[in-house]
């Protein structure tokens, strides 16, 4: 008879622990930081301007000629493209939990749907705050990436590909239904309006739950062929990077040429919708092809986004605290142009890149290895081992976390720091209305 030899209990705690140094996958850390930065420039529309604005750049935000540089360059080069990256991230992240948690011994199904649940909480509660949420999206998609995780990447890439088109693909149709004067897109697309028609807001529901389910498949067929973790070679990630950028900026790029044609009309405000749905994904994979070839270069300013990414969800919930206490809140009443908001968010960047130097920095991770390495005592003193040797490795070589250590998440991470060592859980977004 074979027996099976119990998972040791320190491998069953790293299932859902802190990640070993060696663990880490650096491309995921810096593609995550830099997506996390990303989608500010959006979201900051959301906080400070009308609801049209953020779809509109005609809608508000405009007091001078350099403010209509950045509104159209943010929606040609950042609008939809971080969001994208954020969910191939996360669709990433739930199979790399998955699999480390079964190499651990650990009930797969469960623990996953247990962490979707808390990630689901968190978005409830973040909802409270801001209406801009998506981890409660992410966590309601979340399990359909688990059920399908193990399917052919092809087949999945396929089948991501037609569910991040659906939205834009649509579009036309759903642009049949508004009127004349546009009434039936509400604050959608006018400013002074009323919510929008219950079909908009079918068609608004459909395009980013199927961009959000759709590249988190993509993600999951990415990392299965090696991609997305940085295996292949630099060529291969030039060409990729080239092809992806110059693809997507020009179809994107005709999408606003068409709309300042037409003098942001509301005969068009859904059907211009299909160019930057299809120059979205390969803008998000040129943007990830560029980080990995960064992160190869390992030089030191790579490891500030590193540690932004593995401080995803804290620098991610920040910024929605700033924002609203600072944009909505305090300069609700002020006339804000995109300019002063665009001058904002390089604060706000500055901020985060530097907390994440001061959590991530030498003093709280010798504080954190003391912690770890009192942990580990405590447990020695109440555990049973098979000899002395086993002790000795436990108690004299605790274990370490890469420059911060992270408690893993689908999709993202908080790093587990004596200053925020209650925090435990992570990933990352903003609400598919004001996704970017």
């Not at 403010?67 to 996360?90: H, P």
């Not at 790029?253 to 299909?274: C, K, M, N, Q, Y």
């Not at 401080?311 to 142009?337: E, F, H, K, P, R």
């Amino acid at each position: 008879m074979v027996t099976r030899s119990p998972t040791p209990r320190s491998a069953r705690r790293r299932a859902s622990g802190p990640v070993p140094a060696a663990e880490r996958i650096t491309s995921l850390d810096a593609v995550r930081g830099v997506a996390v930065l990303g989608i500010l420039p959006m979201n900051a529309l959301a906080f400070g301007l009308a609801s049209a604005a953020y779809f509109n750049v005609s809608a508000g935000g405009i007091r001078q000629p350099f403010d209509w540089v950045v509104g159209v360059a943010t929606m040609i080069f950042v609008n939809q493209k971080m969001m994208a990256l954020f969910s191939l991230l996360f669709g990433v992240g739930v199979v790399v939990f998955a699999d480390r948690a079964k190499a651990k011994g650990r009930r797969v199904v469960w623990l996953s749907l247990w962490r979707f649940l808390l990630l689901l909480l968190v978005g409830l509660a973040h909802t409270a705050v801001w209406d801009g949420d998506v981890l409660v999206l992410y966590a309601l998609c979340a399990p359909i990436v688990l059920l399908v995780r193990k399917l052919p990447a092809g087949l999945l890439i396929g089948s991501g590909v037609v569910l991040a088109l659906a939205g834009g693909l649509t579009a036309p149709l759903f642009q049949s239904t508004v009127g004349a004067d546009g009434a039936e897109l509400g604050d959608y697309w006018l400013t002074d309006m009323g919510d929008m028609s219950g079909t908009v807001a079918g068609w608004f529901y459909l395009d980013v739950s199927g961009r959000a389910l759709g590249l988190m498949l993509i993600g999951v067929a990415l990392f299965r062929l090696g991609i997305v973790q940085g295996q292949r070679d630099d060529g291969y990630y030039r060409r990729m990077a080239l092809w992806g950028l110059a693809a997507g900026t020009t179809v994107t790029a005709a999408e606003f040429v068409f709309r300042i044609a037409g003098d942001w009309s509301p005969d068009h405000a859904l059907t211009g919708h299909l160019l930057t749905a299809l120059g979205t994904i390969p803008m998000a994979l040129g943007y990830m092809a560029l980080i990995i070839m960064w992160n190869r270069r390992n030089r030191h300013h790579i490891e500030r986004f590193r540690s932004v990414g593995r401080m995803a969800l804290t620098n991610y919930l920040s910024q929605t605290i700033l924002g609203v206490t600072m944009l909505t809140l305090w300069w609700g009443g002020v006339d804000l142009s995109r300019t002063m908001i665009a001058v904002w968010i390089l604060g706000v960047w500055g901020l985060q890149i530097w907390w994440v130097d001061v959590v991530a920095g030498p003093v709280p991770v010798r504080a954190l290895r003391m912690g770890m390495a009192l942990r580990h005592l405590s447990h020695e003193a109440t555990a049973t081992t098979e000899g002395s040797g086993e002790r000795a490795a436990v108690v004299g070589r605790p274990r370490e976390p890469a420059r911060s250590s992270v408690v893993v998440w689908p999709g993202s991470a908080w790093v587990a720091s004596p200053r925020i060592s209650s925090m435990r859980s992570g990933a990352t977004g903003s609400w598919p209305s004001r996704a970017c």
